[in-house]
């Protein structure tokens, strides 16, 4: 193509500098490369970590729950579960859990525990409430569960008195398991 009217040309060539005399090229450093393995590390150890975490919260639950949730599974095993609570460990909140819900007829029971720690404050004396075997009857759709408990006395290790008596439970089965209505003394 022939260069535009009007326009000179020069004939010389272009000088070129030899390619010695040219500066070095700078050259920008290398980005670093990140470190990949680390953090692909870090984010196995991190995620096996969590999931043991959320195992463990899951374990410890399950165990609480089971731990914690009373055992209403049999009539004979209610009547047990309910004497440990009441005349035991006299503890009325967990006693509580085994029984009927409304109409209950426990005064003899109550009774007893009355008794017991009437005898503990006059006489200084430590009563112990045992039972032997639990044996079961089916009465007009009620369970009646007999035992009897021995009731009995020390001081400083000596052994004061000891009586037995037999009781009957009458258990009911609800739709949240087995509750005891009511007990007597035989």
């Given at each position: ?67 914690t949730t009373p055992d209403r599974s049999a009539p004979d ?21 085994f029984i009927c819900e409304g109409a209950s007829d426990l ?66 089965d609800t739709a949240s398991g087995w509750r005891v209505c ?5």
């Open positions: 193509m022939p260069p535009p009217a009007g326009s000179q040309v020069s004939r010389v060539p272009a000088q070129r500098t030899p390619p010695e005399e040219l500066a070095p090229p700078t050259v920008a450093p290398a980005p670093q490369r990140p470190r990949r393995r680390v953090r692909t590390v870090l984010a196995v150890v991190a995620g096996v970590l969590a999931a043991m975490c959320l195992g463990g919260g899951v374990v410890g639950y399950l165990v609480y729950d089971r731990a095993v209610v009547v047990d579960n309910y004497l440990r609570a009441f005349l035991v460990d006299r503890n009325d909140v967990r006693a509580d859990l005064s003899a029971v109550h009774q007893l525990r009355d008794e017991i720690l009437q005898r503990e404050a006059d006489f200084g004396v430590v009563v112990r409430v045992s039972w032997g075997t639990l044996f079961q009857s089916d009465t007009a759709g009620q369970q009646l569960i007999t035992t009897t408990l021995t009731i009995s006395s020390s001081s400083d290790g000596i052994s004061r008195s000891s009586r037995r008596e037999e009781w009957a439970f009458e258990v009911s009511s007990g007597r003394v035989v």
